[in-house]
């Protein structure tokens, strides 16, 4: 079945390192994928996302890769700041309409000052 | 602030009851979707609607039912309420134009089940 897998679950960075969090989808036929990023008690917000027909996408800090081959995705964010903490998710779906999201599980992001 | 908006933001309920939660979407989206969150089932999808029609179903209860109406609001009815039902519910909206799959959450709704 659809299934995205989520990694690291927890991770924990000084602030100004670099962040990598990734994730496997297995639905070959998925062709979007957004990430979120949600605060404690609020709603995901997205982020970024990219479509497959891009193997990378960036938008200041953040940028997201995709290797469709190996159906692995993942985010990267520089410079971290102690505003990026919160639980990142990433998700998969299909551009079609029928654009239910698949969620990983989540990462945990603590960036300490 | 994402243009969706949610009501009520709590809820609390006894097991057996019946509960109705409700979206609005941002002006103009034709798509709405319904996800349930909870610690141990992360965030899940239930249902989806494009311009009051069901679209997709995920893991939806048989309790659980939802609808779109001629306004374009979304309401998410969940009956005989169980305790594992107290989780966040949050919808979600979708543009009519240009990114159709990008996805536009609302504030959710926390129900308790007590």
């Known amino acids: 079945g659809e299934n995205v897998e989520q990694h690291p679950s927890t991770l924990s960075v000084q602030e100004g390192d670099s962040a990598v969090i990734k994730c496997t989808y297995s639905?070959?036929?998925?062709?979007?994928f957004p990430w979120y990023k949600q605060e404690l008690g609020k709603r995901p917000q997205l982020i970024i996302d990219?479509?497959?027909?891009?193997g990378e996408k960036k938008d200041q800090r953040i940028a997201v890769t995709l290797n469709k081959t190996a159906k692995h995705f993942s985010l990267h964010i520089t410079e971290t700041q102690p505003e990026d903490s919160a639980v990142y998710f990433c998700?998969?779906?299909?551009?079609?309409?029928?654009?239910?999201?698949?969620f990983g599980a989540g990462t945990r992001l603590a960036v300490h000052p | 602030d994402s243009g969706v908006t949610q009501t009520p933001k709590h809820l609390i309920t006894a097991t057996g009851q019946r509960v109705t939660l409700r979206c609005s979407p941002r002006?103009?989206?034709?798509?709405v979707y319904w996800y349930q969150q909870s610690l141990d089932q992360g965030l899940q999808f239930l249902i989806q609607?494009?311009?009051?029609?069901?679209?997709a179903k995920g893991n939806i209860l048989e309790r659980f039912s939802a609808q779109q109406f001629p306004d374009l609001h979304s309401e998410l009815n969940l009956s005989s309420l169980e305790l594992g039902d107290s989780a966040l519910y949050f919808c979600?909206?979708?543009?009519?134009?240009?990114?159709?799959?990008?996805?536009?959450f609302g504030p959710g709704t926390r129900l308790t089940v007590t």
């Open positions: 979600a909206s979708s543009p009519r134009q240009g990114k159709l799959y990008e996805q536009y």
């Open positions: 639905d070959s036929a998925s062709n979007y």
């Open positions: 990219i479509r497959s027909n891009v």
């Open positions: 998700a998969a779906s299909k551009t079609g309409g029928y654009n239910k999201l698949i």
């Open positions: 002006s103009g989206d034709l798509s």
């Open positions: 609607y494009y311009n009051g029609e069901e679209r």
